[in-house]
């Protein structure tokens, strides 16, 4: 969900409320060009100022190991320091809280071994006190992942996914409630848990636009096949239509073509695609 790129373009609107020195401007326009390892060089080599200055400078170095190649733990384990120092400092809540978060994600991935429970402590830790900021609603969403996949021997029941239905009622940005309900969606159908649920998440994510156009084609033949299943017509007459619209050419499009007319014949639409 949120690419690296797109949150180190968020950071670096953040971090220019005040003027930065050149070094960090100029790791900055290295990371969104994703040339890390000359980025890193960069800030390492630069004897960061104290202060808001020595803050925004450890943050963008600390986002940059992360993905500085080869990747070693000893890169890891330096970010995670600096981002507990941005943490512990007098900074101000924005870089604050995407410390939380990457501390989270650091976790969460870019463990050798991943601590799932540390990550979902940070997470909560985020949500709680910046809840309103992007990166509590991004961590919101990581972290659906963690409750719902990362123990395998605890299957999740619907009573968890309405749970998350109801935490995910403080997600503002229209970016995140459009993954939140895809997510939710995923969840319902990946442990089979209800078909009707699935399809309102989904068309609820449609309804607030699309964010990643070349995901949008399969979500209108996900919606049209599981309406397809529950008799429902009318939706998936229309999202058969929407998806032949986007693609044409596709393997599936025959197929397709022969389930508008069986609909459009007026049949109840109950069964399966093959």
């Known amino acids: 969900m949120f690419r690296f790129k797109f949150l180190l373009l968020a950071l670096s609107v953040a971090a220019s409320g005040v003027t930065a020195q050149p070094a960090i401007e100029e790791a900055w326009s290295l990371n969104r060009r994703l040339q890390f390892n000359e980025a ?26 992360l993905s ?25 809540d924005d870089l604050k809280a995407w410390a939380l978060y990457y501390l989270a994600r650091i976790d969460q991935l870019h463990r050798t071994k991943p601590d799932a429970e540390q990550a979902l402590r940070s997470y909560r830790d985020l949500i709680e006190r910046y809840p309103d900021h992007i990166a509590a609603q991004l961590g919101f969403l990581k972290s ?43 969840g319902y159908l990946f442990f089979d848990l209800s078909r009707e649920r699935a399809m309102e998440h989904l068309l609820a994510a449609r309804a607030l636009g699309s964010f990643e156009i070349i995901d949008l084609g399969d979500d209108y033949l996900r919606i049209a096949n599981i309406s397809y299943e529950l008799g429902k017509r009318e939706i998936a007459l229309r999202h058969y239509r929407r998806f032949l619209e986007m693609r044409p050419q596709s393997t599936f499009a025959y197929m397709i073509r022969e389930r508008i007319g069986e609909l459009g014949e007026g049949s109840d639409g109950v069964g399966r695609m093959e």
């Open 144 to 186: 659906i992942l963690l409750r719902l996949y990362a123990n395998r021997e605890n299957r999740p029941s619907e009573e968890t996914l309405t749970s998350l239905e109801r935490e995910g009622e403080f997600l503002q940005s229209d970016f995140a409630r459009n993954q939140f309900h895809t997510l939710m969606a995923d």
């Open 68 to 92: 500085v190649q080869p990747k070693t733990s000893r890169n890891v384990d330096t970010a995670y320091g600096l981002l507990e120092e941005v943490l512990s400092s007098d900074s101000g």
């Open 40 to 65: 890193e060089k960069r800030l390492r080599d630069y004897d960061l100022a104290e202060g808001e200055e020595w803050v925004r400078g450890a943050m963008a170095r600390a986002l940059t190991l």
